[in-house]
Antibody
């Protein structure tokens, strides 16, 4: 059974840093691209970042470029999102999601989400 | 940047057909994916690549895409279909994934 377990969220001060993790199981992690998608309270979905299966290609939303870094460890079946210079508008539930049958998008499995709250 | 426009809400009676639109410039040239999200849950992919269904998704869910509008069609709507629906594309010019603003489907 495919499983994605998000962790690492919490309360952080503006300007602070946080590292999210996503533990994958039930599939060959190294064969799939991965994404982070977030959802602010009461708002819609916002794509955050993409990483290719081997980690060579990464893309970021304009709102996080230069502040967030996506990475993966295929030996540990894990995806990460290093977040720095956090702002109040980064407050959201963050989901990791597995890339689906198309090169980009069509994420077919999602984690349960982890809540990041940026507030003093 | 590329923008996807969805109606905020759609209402339909049980057993009827719901159509949710997703508008974007020349969206017909892109591959469109659709997600369903229920309160407190992660999104679920219901249609990918314009009109394909992942395994486990009922045939009642279908999609089309042409010109400047993509459409998710849900036939014989059930109470369990209530939720928020989002369209998604990859914009190659910006190298960004883009989500529509979402449509809340209400079953009357």
């Amino acid at each position: 059974e495919v499983q994605l377990v998000d962790s690492g969220g919490g309360l952080v001060n503006p300007g602070g840093s946080l590292r999210l993790s996503c533990a994958a199981s039930g599939f060959t992690f190294s064969r799939y691209s991965m994404n982070w998608v977030r959802q602010a309270p009461g708002k819609g979905l916002e794509w955050v970042s993409f990483i290719s299966s081997g980690g060579s290609y990464t893309y970021y939303a304009d709102s996080v470029k230069g502040r967030f870094t996506i990475s993966r460890d295929n030996a540990k079946n894990s995806l990460y999102l290093q977040m720095s210079s956090l702002r109040a508008d980064d407050t959201a539930v963050y989901y990791c999601a597995r890339g689906g049958k198309t090169i980009f998008g069509s994420e077919d499995y999602w984690g349960q989400g982890t809540l990041v709250t940026v507030s003093s | 940047s590329y923008v996807l426009s969805q109606p905020p809400s759609v209402s339909v009676a049980p057993g009827q057909t719901a159509r949710i639109s997703c508008g974007g410039s020349d969206i017909g040239s892109k591959s469109v994916h659709w997600y369903q999200q229920k309160p407190g849950q992660a999104p679920v992919l219901v249609v990918y690549d314009d009109s394909d269904r992942p395994s486990g998704i009922p045939e009642r869910f279908s999609g089309s895409n042409s010109g400047n509008t993509a459409t998710l069609t849900i036939s014989r709507v059930e109470a369990g279909d209530e939720g928020d629906y989002y369209c998604q594309v990859w914009d190659s010019s910006s190298e960004h994934q883009v989500f529509g603003g979402g449509t809340k489907l209400t079953v009357l």
